[in-house]
Structures are given as structure tokens and as C-alpha cells.
């Protein structure tokens, strides 16, 4: 199983951006994905959840109505759209997998909100 993240960078306060994470050797189909963010010095949090099928989704207090999670999966890809980025948005982004007792990770992307 691999998820490869991309999509992370510099941007300003109030910009864009849209993560990918794009997923292979799996069923993609069958795993919920999600975004988990680690800011510098701080534990791991969640982000956003989305199910399998892409009708359910979750998201932390701290990004609702700023972020979108969504997948394709005919492109075994989820995304994660950021707007209205704020400074304490500045972290490493990782997405995972979830399926039954497997859990997988991505390697992560940088990103930093700053003027």
C-alpha cells in the first residue's frame, strides 16, 4: 500500500490550497480516508473524515466551513481543499486509509501559512 501526498507550499493568510494524496495497492474503493495535520511541536490531529463512498464526512471545529474533503475513486484519490488559510494552519499534512484492521499512512507534506 502506498499514499502519496501532494500539493503542500507557501502560501499567504487567506489563501488556497488543494491537497491530493493519491493511493495504490489497495481497494481504494473500500477505505475511508482522512487528512490529519501535525503543527510544529504539537501532537497529531484529525482533519477531516470521508467514507468510502464519499457520502458521509467529518470535519475538526477549527477548519469547518474553510475545508473540503473529497475523493474520486476512479483516480483512487482524496483530496482536501483549504481556504481561508490561516497561520495556525501551518503544519505537516498526512492522509490515511482505514479499512478493517488496516491502517495506512502517507509520508506527509509541508504546509505554511505565512506574509
Known amino acids: 500500500v502506498q499514499l502519496v501526498e501532494s500539493g503542500g507550499g507557501l502560501v499567504q493568510p487567506g489563501g488556497s490550497l488543494r491537497l491530493s494524496c493519491a493511493a495504490s495497492?489497495?481497494?481504494?474503493?473500500?477505505?475511508?480516508m482522512s487528512w490529519h495535520r501535525q503543527p510544529p511541536g504539537k501532537e497529531r490531529e484529525l482533519v477531516a473524515v470521508?467514507?468510502?463512498?464519499?457520502?458521509?464526512?467529518h470535519y475538526a471545529d477549527s477548519v469547518k466551513g474553510r475545508f473540503t474533503i473529497s475523493r474520486d475513486n476512479a483516480k483512487n484519490t482524496v483530496y482536501l481543499q483549504m481556504n481561508s488559510l490561516k497561520p495556525e494552519d501551518t503544519a505537516v499534512y498526512y492522509c490515511?486509509?482505514?479499512?478493517?484492521?488496516?491502517?495506512?499512512w502517507g509520508q506527509g507534506t509541508q504546509v505554511t501559512v505565512s506574509s
Open positions: 490515511r486509509g482505514v479499512y478493517g484492521s488496516s491502517v495506512d
Open positions: 495497492g489497495l481497494t481504494f474503493s473500500k477505505y475511508a
Open positions: 470521508i467514507s468510502s463512498g464519499g457520502g458521509a464526512t
